[in-house]
């Protein structure tokens, strides 16, 4: 095993392994460190088990049955991950700096002229409430549970929170959902928070929001998802003279660390923490290093989803005095309304002045699938009127952002 490489990835999630499939495409040399399997939490307990979860009827033989047809497409999934990394060096083992270029991998010492810190991150407990993996139960601990309690309190309403809460549900849980601020995914537009607690306790969901949990007071079990540290510990990070301020490491839209040679991405960077972001960051990361002069990450440009019923997912500048709105809903759309799925609808933003898309908020149907491609629309600077004379199949549950378009009004 060759012992130096241009690029040393420490983590093979989505941030560790697109940055390591872009630095080969940029013709580096290429070794990724990671003590777990391919394809980090994202892959193995988080976006794709979750995902699995949350689609179709829920599974005659129970959630046990469901975690294994996971593991069967975590098996798949994770053989891409290893062909996106061939013609990189795996390295097994848990990684940590040892001083500039330089790491131990598992007693090996590797040297890489870039070092990429995509150590990700791991559920934070409440204070007071250790997990226990049988009481207190975290993300990790809920994508293998064999069956579903007959209830349980979900402390914590941001995506995770409320995508088991649904889960839970489907599967016969009593589900008690616990936010300590105001609102549901309040990381979202209040719009969507407002759809979906609509739609939770139409299901029969207890929703308590405003409400700062108690540990003592709560019997059965217990799901905590409260957000998320990063995995910064032991890394070795004050061997380059790196600190974590606020328990992240920093980075600039770039993913550089502001430490020559040192650069972060994903989950341990801080919020938003979202597999597409990570990924994002690390191609950035990955054409910087190669020499390239990639434009930053912009924030806003990063959608937002949620996989309950109604979906929910948001993309952009969604607020300001200068936009002009257009919003149309699923009750009046054909497909949704013949397949009875009728919640929710869109919310389309334009610039006032240029009619330019700004934004989008949308709850209902396949809406995920919808907000990539408005992405696109609002990259290119396609306007309202634009997206208003373009013809959208029919029927077609993507009529609804259409005809968001068109009550906007013909200004713009
Ligand atoms: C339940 C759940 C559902 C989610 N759903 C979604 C979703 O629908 N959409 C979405 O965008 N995001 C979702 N996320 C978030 C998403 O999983 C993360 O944003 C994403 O995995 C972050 O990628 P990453 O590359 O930064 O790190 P990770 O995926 O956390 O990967 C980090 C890797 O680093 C390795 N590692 C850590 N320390 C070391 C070390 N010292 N040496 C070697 N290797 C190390 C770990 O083993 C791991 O493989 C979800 C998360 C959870 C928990």
Redesign the pocket.
Known sequence: VADSFDVLV???????YMCAHRALQNGLSVAV????PSG???LN???IP??GFLFGPPQAGGLGERVRQNAAAIGRLQKGVDFLLKGATRLD????LVGPGVVDVGGAEIRGRNVVI????RPRPLPGLPFDGVRVLS?DHT?VLEAAPESIAIIGAG??GC?FAEVFSNYGSRVTLIEARDRLVPEMDPWLSKQLERAFKKRGMIVQTGVAVDPSELDGPVLVAIG?QA?VE??GLETVGLTTPNGFIQVDGHGATGVAGVWA????TGPP????R?SRQGEIAADCMAGKSPASLDPLAIPA?V?THPQLAQVGRVTGDDLILGEAFFRANGYAVVTDRTDGGVRLFAESATGKLTGALLAGPEVAEMVGLINVLIAAGVTMAQARETVFPHPTLAEVVWEAARAAGSGG
């Not at 923490?273 to 597409?276: G, K, N, R, S, V």
């Open positions: 420490i983590g093979a999630g989505p941030g560790g460190a990671d003590n777990g980090g939490v994202c307990a988080g976006c979750t995902k083992g848990r990684a940590r995509a150590t990700g991150s993300s994508v995506a995770v995508e998320r995995n032991g890394l991405i994903g989950d341990v923490q979202l597999a597409h990570a989803c996989y």
